[in-house]
Nanobody, 121 residues
């Protein structure tokens, strides 16, 4: 079983910064893609940014230039550095990881419990 534990959410003023962390624990062979999603009430969960084990990244247009996803493969940890935060960034942020348990095996998707980010105007 794999667990994802997030930390770093909170309340910040517009223009400020926050850094989220997500550590994966459990027995795994490899974690291919790790990323961050966010969700607000009544809306679908949306991708914020993701990173492969090789370091390739992908971002939502709304956060490009402001948010940065990084990871420490040795620690199975992914980070989300959020700068120039806006009130519309307010959401619950979820960590996601695609985990393989054996070479060539299927990848399974796991989610963290979510952490609230609130940006005040």
């Amino acid at each position: 079983q794999v667990q994802l534990v997030e930390s770093g959410g909170g309340l910040v003023q517009a223009g400020g910064s926050l850094r989220l962390s997500c550590a994966a624990s459990g027995s795994t062979f490899s974690i291919n893609v790790m990323g961050w999603y966010r969700q607000t009430p009544g809306k679908q969960r949306e991708l914020v940014g993701a990173i492969t084990s090789g370091g390739s990244t992908n971002y939502a247009d709304s956060v490009k230039g402001r948010f940065t996803v990084s990871r420490d493969n040795a620690k199975n940890t992914v980070y989300l550095q959020m700068n120039s935060l806006k009130p519309e960034d307010t959401a619950v942020y979820y960590c996601n990881a695609h985990v393989q348990f054996r070479p060539g095996g299927p990848a399974f998707s796991y989610w963290g419990q979510g952490t609230q980010v609130t940006v005040s105007s």
